[in-house]
């Protein structure tokens, strides 16, 4: 059985997870499912609007569409922080990998959108392929298959929304 986390021992490298993060279930919440997948609205539209707005919107939709990547980029860069802030001594890899998704994303909304949501797409990729890899270590696994199809989703979106423009 595992310690609780008001039993671990402070030298531990890693306290025991706790709450939402740590328990145990094949899914997360039915509710965190839902506004995942509400989160995909503004991608589908954008990626929609782009190839039925009239040539003169057509640069409002694909900054719209870049710029919520780039905030969903942000986002979940901001989910490593908050992960390591949960450690007794916080990897400097992960807090530092917090902060990087942001950067390229932002880079990504200032391009021309034909680029840009190119950008925008690999980030969020990449965002995915690095949680994969560090959610087990912190009790998240069960929301990696939620994450693939978020960021598979968002990603098609932005390649889309790329083509269109």
């Keep these: 059985m595992n310690p609780s986390p008001a039993s671990s021992s402070p030298g531990s ?12 279930s ?3 919440p039915k509710f965190a499912r839902w506004l995942g997948y ?10 929609l609007l782009i190839w039925l707005v009239e040539p003169e919107a057509l640069p409002f ?15 979940l860069g901001g989910i490593h922080w908050g992960l390591a802030l949960r450690e007794p001594a ?29 950008v925008g797409g690999l980030v969020l990729l990449l965002a995915w392929l690095v949680d994969r890899k560090i959610y087990p270590a912190h009790g998240a696994a069960r929301w990696l298959t ?4 978020l960021s598979a989703g968002a990603s098609l979106c932005c390649f889309i929304g790329a083509a269109g423009t």
């Design 146 to 149: 939620l994450r693939f199809r």
């Design 61 to 75: 939709a694909a900054q719209a569409l870049s710029t919520y990547a780039a905030l969903v980029a942000s986002f």
């Design 13 to 24: 490298p890693r306290a025991a997870p706790v709450g939402p993060v740590g328990a145990a």
């Design 90 to 118: 916080p990897s400097t890899l992960q807090l530092a990998w917090g902060a990087v998704p942001s950067g390229p994303a932002w880079i990504g909304a200032m391009m021309p959108a034909s680029s840009g949501l190119v």
């Design 26 to 28: 094949a899914e997360p």
């Design 38 to 47: 509400v989160g995909l609205v503004p991608f589908v539209g954008g990626a």
